[in-house]
C-alpha cells in the first residue's frame, strides 16, 4: 500500500501561474521528499523536511509540513514550460529502511 | 561521476524466461534500492540493500531476488518472468543517514516488457 498519496492527480496552468500540489501520508514519519521525474527518465530528488521543520524553501519551490494533518504541500511559484513533469511525495517513517512514494501529480505547464 | 547506471535500458521476455537488471553506481553510496514503477501506481519497493552482504525485501519483492556483493553493484535478478513484471525498473542508491533515509539517486531505469 502507498504511504503518501498526492492531490490533484493531474494539474494543468498557464506559464507564470504558481501550482500547488498535496501529500497526505498515513504513519509517524522521519522525514518527507519531494522528487520530479521528467517523462521516460528517473527521478530526481527536489527537497526534504525534516518532521520537525514547518517550511523549508528552495528557489522557486516552498514546502510546507503539518505533522497533526498528516500532510504535504509543494508549491512552485512562476511556473515555466519546463517545470513540466510529474510530482512525488515520498515518506521516510514507518519501516526504517524504507521510502515509500506516493502516485504523483502530473503536472503541465503551458507556454 | 556517473551516478546511477542501469542496463539494459530495454528489454522484451517471453514468460518464463529470467534475466537480470544490472544497476551500479559510484557515489560510495551504502544504501541501494530497487522499485518498479507502473502506470498510475507510483514507485514500489521491490528490495533494497543497506551494505554489501546486507540485502531485504520491500513491498512487492515476489518473484525477484537480489545480491550485494559490493557497495557498488546492487543486480535484480527475475526468476521466471511473467507479463505481471511488465513494468519500468529504477535502482536508487543513497548516503546512510542515521536513523533516517537521505535523498535517494535514481538511474534511467530499464523498461521490461513480458509478453
Known amino acids: 500500500s502507498q504511504q503518501g498519496e498526492e492531490d490533484p492527480q493531474a494539474l494543468s496552468i498557464q506559464e507564470g501561474e504558481n501550482a500547488t500540489m498535496n501529500c497526505s501520508y498515513k504513519t509517524s514519519i522521519n522525514n518527507l521528499q519531494w522528487y520530479r521525474q521528467n517523462s521516460g527518465r528517473g527521478l530526481v530528488h527536489l527537497i526534504l523536511i525534516r518532521s520537525n521543520e514547518r517550511e523549508k524553501h528552495s528557489g522557486r519551490l516552498r514546502v510546507t509540513l503539518d505533522t497533526s494533518k498528516k500532510s504535504s504541500s509543494l508549491l512552485i511559484t512562476a511556473s515555466r514550460a519546463a517545470d513540466t513533469a510529474s510530482y512525488f511525495c515520498a515518506t521516510d517513517g514507518n519501516a526504517g529502511n524504507m521510502l515509500t512514494f506516493g502516485g504523483g501529480t502530473r503536472l503541465m505547464v503551458k507556454p | 561521476n556517473a551516478g546511477v547506471t542501469q542496463t539494459p535500458k530495454f528489454q522484451v521476455l517471453k514468460t518464463g524466461q529470467s534475466m537480470t537488471l544490472q544497476c551500479a553506481q559510484d557515489?560510495?553510496?551504502?544504501?541501494m534500492s530497487w522499485y518498479r514503477q507502473d502506470p498510475g501506481m507510483g514507485l514500489r519497493l521491490i528490495h533494497y540493500?543497506?551494505?554489501?552482504?546486507?540485502?531485504d525485501q520491500g513491498e512487492v519483492p515476489n518473484g525477484y531476488n537480489v545480491s550485494r556483493s559490493t557497495t557498488e553493484d546492487f543486480p535484480l535478478r527475475l526468476l521466471s518472468a511473467a507479463p505481471s513484471q511488465t513494468s519500468v525498473y529504477f535502482c536508487a542508491s543513497s548516503y546512510p543517514r542515521f536513523g533516517e533515509r537521505n535523498e535517494q539517486f535514481f538511474g534511467p531505469g530499464t523498461r521490461l516488457t513480458v509478453l
Open positions: 540493500s543497506v551494505g554489501a552482504g546486507i540485502t
Open positions: 557515489m560510495n553510496h551504502e544504501y
